[in-house]
């Protein structure tokens, strides 16, 4: 399984930009997804996340202003992101919890997130 993040840039405070992952090779063996992040100096984190079902997590701090979905004909995972703010900078990274698994097994490169104030 790879997984490609793309969407990532500079923005300013108050600002959208979308995220999309595409995920190729054994795709079948995706069960959920989700987007995590880490800003500089600090530990990573899972900001949003998508079961297989279609239940989805988010993190307190960006609940109300980010939506995760995720296109299974596509094989793509996307992360909505409003009202961006510069504690929301970070690398974003796609990963993704295989069959059998409960752990995230899979993840992408990142994506860099800048938010200027």
């Known amino acids: 399984v790879q997984l490609v993040e793309s969407g990532g840039g500079l923005v300013q405070a108050g600002g959208s930009l979308r995220l999309s992952c595409a995920a190729s090779?054994?795709?079948?063996?995706?069960?959920?997804m989700g987007w995590h992040r880490q800003p500089i100096g600090k530990e990573r984190e899972l900001a949003a996340a998508?079961?297989?079902?279609?239940?989805?997590y988010y993190a307190d701090s960006v609940k109300g202003r980010f939506t995760v979905s995720r296109d299974f004909t596509k094989n793509t995972l996307y992360l909505q992101m409003n009202s961006l703010k510069p504690e929301d900078a970070a690398v974003y990274y796609c990963?993704?919890?295989?069959?059998?698994?409960?752990?995230?097994?899979?993840w992408g490169q990142g994506t860099q997130v800048t938010v200027a104030s």
């Open positions: 990963a993704a919890v295989g069959l059998g698994s409960e752990t995230y097994d899979y």
């Open positions: 090779g054994s795709t079948f063996l995706i069960k959920h």
């Open positions: 998508v079961r297989s079902g279609g239940d989805t």
